[in-house]
């Protein structure tokens, strides 16, 4: 049994870089882990700044001076972190709040007239006292949230300080970020052996998957998001920048996300319009931004190619999401890349054949 350990430790371990590799992979896990919150400015400026980066980089390829390159990029994320906290949030919180407040009521009047009838049309399959605590809980659950967001204030914030420090904070960290790149970057390089070339590898494939997804993701945010907020308000639909909103973050989760934000989009549907034509015409358009969106807009976004299985996307989402809520969401993908990347790059020492110095055995022997 030992020696089984040995062989598998020295066919795998025996390489210092992939032993570093692990080693600060570990310690970035147990950070982020243990002080995310504490760090969750930080996190959020690096991921912003590396958003912002690849902007820069188009604009100082296409000749403009680096500086002016930067300026121009900071001023635009400012202006853009500016209209979201003062249009974005509160058009979409108003919207959530008349939502709850005009359409609730009448939900849960019409889902309980639907759960009346059930006991007398099929009354072996359904009791009135199911019914009953059914509509009791259904009630209590959405008069609750309801009061909830609508009775929400600044003075109900007990974090309100940290949240304004987060504010402060980012937009600060995205500026030295990336005026300083070149420097923090090389501090973090002298730590690394001085021959590197499988975590130069693992790092250079991960730069190209990380920055064609991040920066892609965020596109596909902002125009998913956009063009449903368009055409809803063409089509004359209530709450659109609130549906909008929900669209444009549902590509975070693939293959999830557009199938929940369904039923939002259909409820707010069916009971501004009911069963009509205008209902078919809000649900086609919407079918048409999905398709639109997974067949036209991925493809170009995402020029490499993330090659992971859709059970492993999944199953990425869903770890990564109960390790670090939305923000493991975002960086399923590209973490179970980093992952994949690690175990196929990973140097391996080829153990010693077993009959290398015997001689083959002859038939029969």
Do not use: C
């Not at 709850?100 to 359904?126: C, G, K």
């Amino acid at each position: 049994m030992f020696q089984i350990f040995t062989d598998w430790y020295k066919e795998y371990f025996s390489n210092k870089e992939a032993v570093v590799l692990i080693l600060l992979l570990t310690a970035g896990l147990t950070v982020v882990v243990t002080m995310g919150q504490v760090l969750a400015p930080v996190l959020t400026a690096i991921v912003l700044a590396y958003l912002l980066q690849g902007l820069i980089n188009y604009m100082v390829g296409h000749k403009i001076p680096p500086l002016a390159a930067f300026i121009f990029t900071y001023v635009l994320f400012f202006t853009a972190q500016m209209a979201f906290l003062f249009v974005l949030v509160p058009l979409t919180w108003g919207q959530l709040v008349r939502f709850l407040n005009e359409q609730v009521p009448r939900i849960l009047s019409e889902a309980n007239a639907f759960l009346t009838v059930l006991p007398e049309r099929y009354p072996d399959l359904v009791s009135e006292q199911w019914v009953n605590e059914i509509s009791a809980m259904t009630t209590t659950t959405l008069k609750s949230v309801g009061e909830s967001v609508v009775t929400f204030s600044l003075a109900n914030i007990p974090n309100l300080m940290g949240i304004l420090i987060f504010l402060v904070l980012v937009p600060l960290l995205v500026f030295f970020f990336l005026k300083d790149k070149d420097r923090l970057i090389s501090s973090v390089v002298e730590l690394l052996p001085a021959d590197r070339p499988f975590i130069t590898r693992v790092m250079s494939e991960m730069d190209v998957q990380i920055s064609n997804y991040v920066r892609g993701k965020a596109m596909e945010i902002i125009i998913t998001g956009g063009v449903t907020y368009i055409t809803f308000v063409i089509l004359g639909v209530n709450y659109a920048a609130l549906l909008g909103l929900l669209v444009g973050l549902s590509v975070v989760v693939p293959y999830i996300g557009a199938t929940v934000v369904t039923i939002p989009v259909a409820v707010a549907a069916y009971f501004q319009f009911g069963w009509g034509s205008e209902f078919m015409w809000v649900m086609v358009a919407y079918g048409i931004i999905q398709a639109l969106d997974g067949n036209v807009l991925v493809p170009v976004l995402f020029s490499e190619a993330v090659n992971l299985h859709p059970v492993s996307i999944i199953t990425a989402v869903l770890v990564f999401g109960g390790f670090w809520g939305l923000w493991g969401v975002f960086f399923a993908i590209p973490l179970a890349t980093l992952v994949k990347a690690v175990f196929t790059s990973w140097p391996r020492e080829p153990l010693p054949e077993l009959l290398t110095d015997k001689e083959p055995l002859e038939p029969g022997q």
